[in-house]
């Protein structure tokens, strides 16, 4: 796991190399030899120093979550911190310089590790991440990283980093004085490291002498007051409380900073303890880690079919989404050729990657080369033949099965007989579109989510008479262009439309009740959604809406959409013309300056109770009706793992993680009230809360939802 | 049981609240003395006479720490006998010091007591005293806190007070402040505040401008539209009001307290006492009450305060001849007056905070003289004093002229 080495100059160098594995992971194993190797190495009193180093690619790449994950009382982890801060509190203290060497990112206890050190060189390459990432999983730096941060960098700087989770450069961390030198290579970087030692002798970290002061303030400053008194605001505001691990970190800092360097060391104990025994960061590292990392391995791939990568994608219909997948498509250096009625109409698609990567030249994400390159992976073409040598053909025309039947024709008449047709709809069943082709083995529905660039899901439809090589090319593909797939059996709306669908009519049901809009938009956000149901209702555009009402009503039965549904739409649509995002009116007013506001009109058209209801209430019914929704689609088994729907709902809906997803939810609540709560709001809201049988039998047995277990 | 009994009250001059202001020079336990030493003086009263000094004094940390109270009575060269006591009712201290001298005398717990505040906020800035509410991340979380600011934009809010509205109501007070200062309405209590030589500082409110108007009010810039957008405050509130869309912001240093130095003195004593002392009644404490409301929304406190202290007082509004509501937000007395349906012809006759200033712990004990000079001036019987406080709490006393 480690070998040391000692130079001529009696300087050590321990190189952390963890046998067959590609990074360099901290567990517990890794934790006990470490501190064992620094204590021998320190016992040898013609030691002069200390380089960290490591032989991996990665410097330390943080910990083994699943270790975390299955903490479950206060008293498995004291010791293990304790033992971690002993070993580096020793390190820092022997007066013997300690050097990190790092060649490659260092996140989270691997930056702790470096910080730790006397000095921290780090070779010069933008690829390396130096970061403390702890609390996008619900965590909080627990080797001392909430006490040696800020006490180096100062209280503002460490907050942030600490509480968004960024991930920074070397150049960044170098500014900001995370890592004190930059080298340019790993030759350069031992020699430096060494260097510094021969050149210091009897070091001592800076928050071990007695007349340290806190860089840039301390907690008890009108500074100090006044970076936390904002952040404490800032956290209440992004998190809506239901993230405990920023409010955490802010504790460690307040706390920590007011009292002795070790005494702080004890009280972030005390806070990591808390989130990681915490229901939210089981939930995060569960999905968030453990779920999408399966996605991404392709847990829904067959496994007896051979790689399929794709090497050309042929795109019908240039519009925001062909355009989209056209970009996402070339970003990972796949041929694209992209057909519209005209090629200007194509070219307009085109430019959609144009703006894009403008975009992130002018924030130096990208070279004016890498943009050339990119869109010459993409053609133009008004012409089908030129779709003849694509492997896949990606149609994103409207959402009408006749005319997707006409393109999928089209194209079959042209393409290889290795050609896998897809579907881009949102909620056309893939069995039905099938039928159009002649080769129903090999089509299949991908559903990509608006904006393409942005969103990280694609949920990846299988038909009925979907074959596995179209299903397993499918997931390639996705894994290709760098997504997260999720596979679903077909039906209408498969599962993510569903959901958002009946997420959006819960929000249209309590405006025809009279809740004020802006009290169902922040509930929506309090609950943990990105955005209120009205918002994701006008950026859909109300009539394609009112499009989709009527389609669910054909394939689903006329109870499948509420009454209060067709109403809204028929008073914003056809009373009011007010369409929705595209046109600036919809439920919010969009005005050319300045940011959008609900329609004041709202309540001449449905008035308002004077007595409203609570938000929690509304937070309630807004995740319920999702989860109820989701489990109906589990038990007609359109979702086909639990995994997904937790990972596909968080990605694609935008179902709030901390939660562990629209299954694991049920879970999060326990089943049992889960239940309770599902009566209640059928008694007062209607049967569409009724839980059912399964949910029912699910209860009584106290059965959990989702596996407790990791994949 | 004794009823309390008003014999005096004296204040400061208010002075800006900035290096530049006429006081700034006046440490606060000077101003202190200058009170303290003056209501003695004018009653005639002996310090030995005296049981304890009540002072309400907000930030009570580098020259305003160590009981300011004490250390003014040491300061005065009172009776060794006189004690003293600092207490933090935020911006109700200083009638939070007449409520608790009052209840004091009530009870029979002492004699005579001097009450009142001091806070010298040119010299020790709000807030730099720290504390666990706003800080602490933990105690900032479950209170939700918020600036003042925010709250009374959040009032403002949700009862509909445009920018004009609460810019209306500014220069209402200031033109109230100019023509109570040109009627001398203030002669009885001010005491003008001089040096170690008898030089004069200050003799009059420093803050006052008779010459605004809306239009110069309506080129102020919003002064918590960053706060609130930029830092999560307004997120935050509006969490706790998820009914709201989004902030109003209208508040801004025209139209909310100003900050500035003062100090004031109140002689309370029981009837028996005044009378052995042969000291004449300028009033009686009639009620006094303490309520509290939700924290973020923060300042409805008066209204809470007002229904409680006029229920257990067995009155009504119409009771009342005056109100003296402190103008912490000119959002805080449009609502107030919303509320408990009271004729704004009634409230702050003379002006208020927005014009003259809040000096935090001594406006309390400020506001009540005033009230009571009023009640003199026109010949009135009684009147009701009320602040909105911190953490959401109310505080009101009504006086009754003898």
């Keep these: 796991m480690f070998n040391f080495k000692k130079d001529e100059n009696q300087i050590g160098v321990l190189t952390m190399d963890m046998a067959g594995k590609s990074t360099n992971v901290i567990t517990k194993d890794f934790a006990a030899e470490f501190s064992k190797q620094i204590e021998i190495i320190f016992k040898d009193a013609q030691l002069k120093g200390l380089v960290i180093a490591s032989a991996k690619k990665d410097f330390l790449a943080g910990a083994d979550l699943a270790m975390f994950y299955r903490v479950e009382k206060a008293e498995d982890c004291m010791p293990m911190l304790k033992k971690i801060n002993d070993t580096f509190c020793f390190m820092e203290k022997q007066g013997k310089p300690v050097v990190a060497a790092i060649n490659g990112t260092a996140l989270g206890g691997g930056l702790e590790l470096t910080l730790a050190c006397h000095y921290r060189v780090c070779i010069d390459d933008p690829k390396i991440q130096l970061g403390l990432p702890e609390v996008t999983l619900g965590l909080l730096p627990g080797a001392g990283g909430t006490q040696r941060l800020p006490r180096l960098i100062g209280i503002q700087p460490a907050i942030e980093m600490m509480t968004l989770g960024n991930r920074i450069e070397p150049q960044k961390a170098h500014k900001l004085g995370v890592v004190h030198e930059l080298v340019k290579n790993a030759e350069e970087l031992m020699r430096q490291a060494k260097a510094w030692i021969l050149k210091n002798s009897n070091v001592q970290q800076p928050w071990h002498d007695k007349k340290f002061k806190i860089p840039g303030g301390a907690v008890q400053s009108l500074t100090g007051y006044q970076v936390i008194a904002a952040s404490n605001a800032m956290v209440y505001d992004k998190t809506f409380n239901n993230y405990p691990s920023p409010k955490a970190i802010l504790s460690c800092i307040y706390e920590g900073l007011q009292v002795p360097f070790e005494s702080g060391l004890d009280i972030e104990a005390s806070y990591f303890t808390q989130v990681v025994l915490s229901p939210v960061s089981k939930n995060l590292i569960k999905t968030m880690f453990f779920g999408m990392q399966a996605c991404n391995k392709g847990m829904a791939r067959p496994k007896d079919i051979p790689p399929q990568p794709v090497k050309k994608v042929g795109i019908l219909g240039a519009g925001l989404m062909g355009g989209g997948i056209a970009y996402a498509t070339a970003k990972a250096g796949i041929e694209v050729v992209l057909k519209d009625l005209t090629v200007a109409n194509a070219e307009k698609g085109k430019n959609y990657s144009v703006k894009l990567c403008d975009g992130q030249i002018e924030k130096g994400r990208l070279t004016t080369d890498k943009k050339e390159k990119l869109l010459s992976l993409i053609k133009t073409t008004d012409k089908i033949e030129d779709l003849k040598d694509c492997d896949l053909i990606i149609e994103t025309v409207f959402e009408d099965s006749r005319v997707k039947a006409k393109v999928t024709q089209e194209a079959e008449s042209v393409a290889v007989a290795s050609l896998v047709m897809a579907s881009n709809t949102s909620s056309i069943p893939i069995t039905k579109l099938a039928g159009a082709s002649k080769r129903p083995d090999r089509f299949i529905g991908l559903h990509f989510f608006s904006p393409v660039d942005k969103m990280p899901l694609v949920e990846i439809i299988v038909g009925q008479k979907t074959g596995p090589e179209a299903l397993a090319k499918a997931i390639d593909y996705t894994l290709q262009i760098k997504k997260t797939p999720i596979v679903v059996n077909d039906g209408f709306g498969f599962f993510t439309t569903r959901v958002i669908c009946d997420y959006v009519y819960e929000g249209f049901r309590m405006v025809k009740e009279g809740v004020v809009p802006a009290l169902i938009e922040n509930g929506a956000k309090m609950a943990g959604m990105p955005v209120g149901p009205l918002v994701i209702a006008d950026e859909v555009n109300l009539d394609l809406v009112g499009h989709l009402i009527q389609q669910s009503i054909e394939h689903l039965g006329p109870n499948s959409v509420d009454q209060s549904a067709i109403e809204i739409i028929e008073v914003m649509v056809e009373q009011n013309k007010r369409l929705g995002r595209k046109v600036s009116a919809g439920f919010y007013e969009y005005p050319a300056q300045g940011k959008k506001f609900l329609w004041p009109q709202i309540g001449d058209y449905f008035k308002q109770s004077a007595e409203q209801p609570d938000v929690q209430e509304i937070k309630d019914r807004l995740l319920t009706i999702q989860v109820l929704t989701a489990i109906k689609l589990w038990e007609e088994k359109v979702l086909r793992t639990t995994v997904e729907g937790d990972v596909g709902s968080i990605l694609g809906i935008g179902f709030p993680p901390y939660t562990g997803g629209v299954l694991s939810y049920v879970d999060f609540v326990g089943v049992k009230s889960f239940v309770e709560q599902c009566k209640r709001l059928a008694d007062k809201h209607g049967a569409r809360f009724k839980p059912s049988e399964f949910l029912m039998k699910k209860a009584s047995n106290n059965e959990r939802l989702t596996n407790a277990d990791l994949i | ?402």
Aim: with cysteine; proline share 3%; hydrophobic share 40%.
């Design chain 2, 1 to 402: 049981m004794s009823d309390a009994f008003i014999f005096d009250s004296v204040r400061t001059p208010r002075g800006k609240g900035k290096s530049s202001g006429a006081l700034h020079t006046a440490r606060p336990i000077w101003l202190a003395k200058i009170v303290l030493q003056a209501i003695t003086k004018r009653t005639g009263i002996e310090s030995k006479e005296i049981n304890d000094v009540i002072l309400g004094c907000v930030t009570q940390s580098s020259e305003q720490g160590a009981n300011i109270a004490k250390s003014a009575v040491l300061y005065s060269e009172f009776d060794y006998g006189v004690a003293g006591v600092t207490l933090n009712r935020f911006c109700g201290s200083g009638l939070e010091a007449i409520n608790q001298a009052a209840s004091s005398i009530i009870a029979g717990y002492s004699d005579v007591i001097i009450a009142g505040g001091v806070e010298s906020m040119s010299r020790v800035p709000i807030s730099s005293d720290g504390g666990a509410w706003s800080i602490d991340p933990d105690v900032a979380n479950k209170s939700a806190f918020v600036p003042q600011g925010i709250s009374a934009d959040l009032i403002a809010t949700l009862k509909g007070y445009s920018r004009k509205d609460v810019d209306q109501f500014a220069v209402e007070s200031q033109k109230k402040a100019t023509i109570a200062w040109e009627e001398k309405r203030f002669k009885k209590s001010i005491i003008p505040v001089t040096d170690i030589n008898g030089v004069t500082l200050l003799d009059k409110d420093e803050l006052v401008r008779p010459d605004t108007t809306l239009e110069g009010l309506g080129q102020l810039k919003a002064s918590f539209e960053e706060l609130g957008t930029k830092y999560g405050f307004d997120g935050l509130a509006i969490q706790r009001y998820p009914m709201v869309e989004k902030i109003n912001h209208v508040h801004h240093a025209g139209n909310s307290s100003g900050i500035v130095d003062g100090a004031a003195a109140v002689l309370l004593a029981g009837k028996e006492t005044g009378k052995r002392l042969g000291l004449k009644p300028r009033a009686k404490i009639k009620a006094m009450t303490i309520s509290c409301d939700e924290p973020t929304i923060m300042l409805t406190g008066p209204v809470s305060a007002t229904n409680r202290i006029l229920k257990r007082a067995g009155m009504k509004i119409s009771d009342i001849d005056i109100f003296e509501v402190n103008e912490a937000f000119a959002a805080v007395v449009l609502n107030f007056m919303d509320e408990c349906s009271v004729d704004p012809s009634k409230v702050n006759v003379n002006g208020g905070a927005i014009a003259m200033g809040h000096p935090l712990g001594a406006t309390g004990a400020m506001i009540l003289g005033t009230a009571l000079d009023e009640l003199e001036r026109k010949n009135l019987s009684t009147a009701l004093i009320t602040l909105c406080i911190g953490g959401g709490m109310g505080i009101a006393t009504i006086i009754e002229r003898i």
